[in-house]
């Protein structure tokens, strides 16, 4: 059924990653929010074959990009933990809830499974603000991201056999016709 080997898979998480990256001028200390449907990466749909190798091979190129940039990959959970987020205990804001639950492939996910078994200090939050993401297999990213997602064209629109969709972030414009805009902050989306 698998069009892809892992390698390839990895490979094609690792270039995504890389664009995305520098499209969104991420920096260290930025999240970027990862939703995942191996099950969709290797052709089937979602929810209906869970596989961990394919989520390894994601895992592994994405992280291969962001950790030397000091990134912090959060993975988003499946709807049966309530699409709550795994990520590095180092990347959350002071006063961010801490909730309870520990992923595995039928309940959490593929994905998300493999970024808390890897993580240096995982811990589970219902929601996180993270400043870009990568929804991979349709599974619905948007309501982690902070308030202004602007969509990024990669030069790939898939994973395997996944629907690959990506957004970067800025802060809101306020102020109107008469205030003046930070060109570093807004990714070149300037209203004029």
Known sequence: ???????????????????????????????????????????????????????????????????PKGIYLAAQCCEHLNRAVIVEKAALLPGTEIVNVVPHPHAGGSFATTVYQNADRPVAV???????????????????????AVPVRLSMDKIGEAILICARTRPKFIGGSRAIYDDNLSGGDIPR
């Open 126 to 148: 219902e929601e996180i603000k993270a400043d870009a993401g990568m929804d991979i297999g349709r599974t619905l990213i948007g309501m982690q991201l902070k308030k202004v």
């Open 1 to 67: 059924m698998m069009a892809y080997s892992y390698e390839e898979i990895k490979e094609q998480a690792a270039k995504a990653a890389s664009e995305l990256v520098d499209m969104a001028k991420l920096q260290k200390g930025d999240v970027l929010v990862v939703g995942c449907s191996s099950s969709e990466v290797v052709g089937l749909h979602i929810g209906k074959g869970s596989d961990i190798n394919a989520a390894q091979a994601i895992y592994e190129g994405i992280q291969g990009i962001l950790k």
